[in-house]
């Protein structure tokens, strides 16, 4: 029998399982206080999952505020939604609007791999489906422990299946993303999953429950036992190696129900049926109702007993805390509801009324007859608690950065350059990652312009127009561990220049933020120096955060990840046949280096493989100049100034070098500037760099762009032959190249 509300109120000293449900002693007491009684089970149940880190951001609130101050404009249009609803929604122009959003799903991808990343990718895609909009790609920022170790093996082939299986079933591209390894995230694989979708503005939709009668009606897939409490608890705990932890199961995704989903929500959206909709992802029915109810007229009924379910021995208290996919919830005028279960069958979707919404001010959740749920529904889902947790810079930051590089052996001769970039090449984090993208569908829908191992995902929005988005994910954890501030700037320079190579110009950011235990001052610091840092740049670089996430709890035991702040960057370009790609594509092309080289080595690749060092500052960001170099990349691909643009990032000029020349396989000549130090001029990671590759012919005019932009030119080389040449120092063939930057990970997967 149910614990009822009447219940409750007779029995206030009956035990309560609240701290197993991750609840704090402290929060527990709160949630009396408002109710003025015990919780029922139902209600314990909706509070834990709905005040969980996952779900509430009780830790981060206070410092993701910052946020809303940055201005709600775009460099191409307004924000039409932003932070607080599913996704942010952009005006791209043309009376078109893009929505994307990029959300963690780590832990569930540790204890199951594929289905943690599928379902991954199966909840953000609903994210985007929620706001109206049709999802038409997916991108993944993946980071595993050392490539070498037994538990990579278990984890990295899983995830890498489920982010392709799903994704590929759902008929949507993978266009993008990253593969990183550290010995950090051994144990705390992070699965970060971003989906963007496209909607003209009269289309969007919003999380309301409005209109006092109007039907609640659940539909997709059937309510189960998997992924109780899933999400929303798991992502709220740190992973004990010596304890207990709570593990709860994973949910279990089905894709070609969800696709059935999309394309039955897009035809109700169509039919002008639907006053409000969410998805059911973290917290499933709980989020749903209380978000839904507190964001409209504030009151709804709901009987529980309606709910379809796959598994009848289920509790009331499980059938709201489950996380079972492929689940949607909308708000429906009574006149419309026989046309929405017309549509509904049509695509063999489940539907079915489950309440209504009243002007009570409550959400009453009711089964069996009885009320088991009696709530102000913004004390559930948007009054919960908010902890302006401690936060000090350790004592241990002065030490790492203070242990610079300049002391570590650098190579000297030509042969010794020569043997390190081997080496660089064929390492973990630059080796070939098209093991894993070979995987991805990256063509599907037949929109794809740019995708993998380009700077950037690009995608056509419109045939006729050919105007396009491009995104990009970035993030160094090195550079963050070094210096949080500067590292997130650095993160989102980076995905801010991979957008604007293409040609496309940035206009804005959705970032997740995934760090240790906010319980802990040090990692509390390192998030709030991450989210100073990022405010500062997106308000000099004019691109407003419109959403994301924030992963805490990345640790096992004492062993937190590094803090590692992925920044989504979108941009948007007027006619996609004008993009940029990345690779030399023509023998005689004039090769360029935009920007400055200086030594900036801490943190770098070559510290890392060669002495396994992470200590000094990490390079100076200067958004000044990210700035006046993206309108240089713009407006040369508006002109059809460029051949290729390539962004240099981790492993410097010398990585930039062999991926642009093994791309469409044409070698190149190299001679590097005068009075240059030849290994800081191949292997360091200085920040706002890019090379170019121009014909002779538009050679003059780009290099009086630069100036016009105060943008520094060098001449490099020009793009001949099958190898990699240096002038004074060495050559490599390109067979050479390309058989060490693919061993790796396909050696290492094989094994």
């Not at 608690?385 to 001769?413: I, K, S």
Request: proline share 6%.
């Amino acid at each position: 029998m149910a614990d009822t509300v009447e219940q409750a109120a007779r029995t206030p000293d009956t035990p309560q399982p609240w701290s197993e449900l991750g609840l704090k002693e402290d929060e527990y007491r709160r949630i009396r206080d408002i109710l003025g009684r015990r919780p029922t089970g139902s209600e314990l149940a909706m509070y834990s999952v709905m005040w969980s880190e996952h779900c509430s951001y009780k830790s981060s609130k206070v410092h993701l505020r910052r946020f809303g101050e940055l201005p709600a404009e775009t460099p191409v249009g307004k924000l039409l939604a932003g932070i607080g609803e599913n996704a942010g929604v952009i005006d791209i122009g043309q009376n078109y609007a893009v929505t994307f959003k990029i959300e963690s799903h780590n832990h569930p991808s540790y204890i199951e791999p594929y289905q943690g990343a599928a379902t991954g990718v199966g909840g953000i895609v609903r994210d985007i489906l929620a706001m109206g909009a049709r999802p038409v790609g997916v991108m993944d920022a993946l980071r595993f422990g050392p490539l070498d170790a037994p538990d990579t093996h278990r984890v990295l082939p899983g995830v890498v299946a489920g982010v392709g299986g799903y994704g590929n079933c759902l008929g949507l591209p993978t266009i993008g993303g990253e593969v990183v390894f550290d010995g950090s995230y051994l144990g705390n694989p992070l699965v970060n999953a971003l989906c963007v979708g496209v909607l003209k503005h009269e289309d969007l939709h919003l999380a309301r429950a409005t209109g006092v009668g109007n039907k609640v009606i659940l539909y997709g897939a059937a309510t189960g036992g998997d992924g109780i409490g899933g999400a929303s608890v798991l992502a709220s705990e740190t992973f004990d190696e010596t304890g207990p932890a709570k593990r709860p199961s994973v949910q279990v995704g089905d894709p070609f129900q969800e696709k059935l989903l999309i394309e039955c929500t897009l035809e109700l959206f169509a039919a002008g049926v639907i006053n409000g909709i969410s998805d059911l992802g973290a917290a499933g029915l709980s989020c749903a109702t209380a978000e839904l109810a507190s964001s409209g007229d504030g009151g709804m009924h709901v009987d529980l007993d309606l709910v379809p379910l796959r598994d009848h021995t289920l509790s009331p208290e499980e059938i709201l805390m489950s996380e079972s996919q492929e689940r949607m919830m909308a708000i429906v005028e009574p006149q419309h509801v026989d046309r929405f279960f017309e549509i509904c069958r049509k695509w063999d979707v489940l539907a079915t009324d489950i309440g209504e919404v009243t002007d009570t001010g409550r959400l009453i959740i009711d089964w069996h007859g009885e009320t088991i749920v009696d709530v102000r529904p913004r004390t559930v889902a948007a009054e919960g608690p908010v902890y302006e947790r401690p936060y000090a810079r350790p004592d241990w930051q002065d030490r790492v950065q203070a242990d610079g590089v300049n002391d570590l052996p650098r190579p000297a001769t030509g042969a010794e350059l020569r043997e390190t970039l081997i080496r660089l090449v064929g390492s973990p984090n630059l080796a070939d990652k098209s093991w894993v993208t070979d995987q991805y569908d990256r063509y599907v829908r037949g929109d794809s312009v740019l995708a993998q191992p380009e700077d950037s995902g690009m995608l056509r929005i419109d045939e006729g127009s050919r105007l396009g988005v491009a995104l990009a994910t970035d993030c160094n954890g090195r550079f963050a561990y070094l210096d949080p501030y500067a590292g997130a700037q650095s993160a989102l320079a980076e995905a801010y220049r991979n957008v604007a190579v293409t040609g496309a110009r940035p206009v804005a950011v959705s970032d997740c933020l995934n760090f240790g235990s906010p319980e802990d001052p040090a990692v509390m610091w390192q998030f709030e120096r991450a989210i100073a840092g990022l405010v500062d740049a997106c308000r000099a670089l004019g691109t407003p955060v419109t959403g994301g996430n924030v992963s805490f709890y990345n640790q096992t035991g004492e062993q937190a990840i590094l803090p590692t702040p992925v920044v989504g960057v979108l941009g948007v370009i007027d006619d996609v046949a004008r993009r940029t790609p990345m690779g030399f594509s023509a023998e005689g092309d004039i090769v360029l280096l935009l920007g400055e080289t200086k030594d900036e080595l801490a943190g770098s690749t070559w510290a890392g493989v060669v002495h396994d060092h992470l200590g000094g500052l990490p390079p100076v960001v200067d958004l000044d100049h990210e700035k006046r170099l993206a309108e240089v990349l713009v407006t040369a691909a508006q002109q059809g100034l460029l051949s290729s643009a390539h962004d240099l990032s981790d492993g410097g000029l010398a990585q930039a070098l062999v991926e642009s020349a093994l791309r469409h396989d044409h070698g190149v000549r190299v001679t590097l500037p005068d009075g240059a130090d030849p290994f800081v001029a191949l292997f360091s990671e200085s920040t706002g760099r890019v090379i170019v590759s121009v014909t002779e012919d538009q050679r003059g005019a780009f290099e009086a762009l630069c100036a016009d932009h105060g943008v520094p030119v060098d001449q490099l080389g020009v793009v001949a032959g099958d190898q990699l040449k240096v002038t004074g120092q060495f050559d490599i063939g390109l067979a050479e190249l390309r058989a060490a930057w693919q061993q790796p990970i396909r050696q290492a997967v094989a094994a």
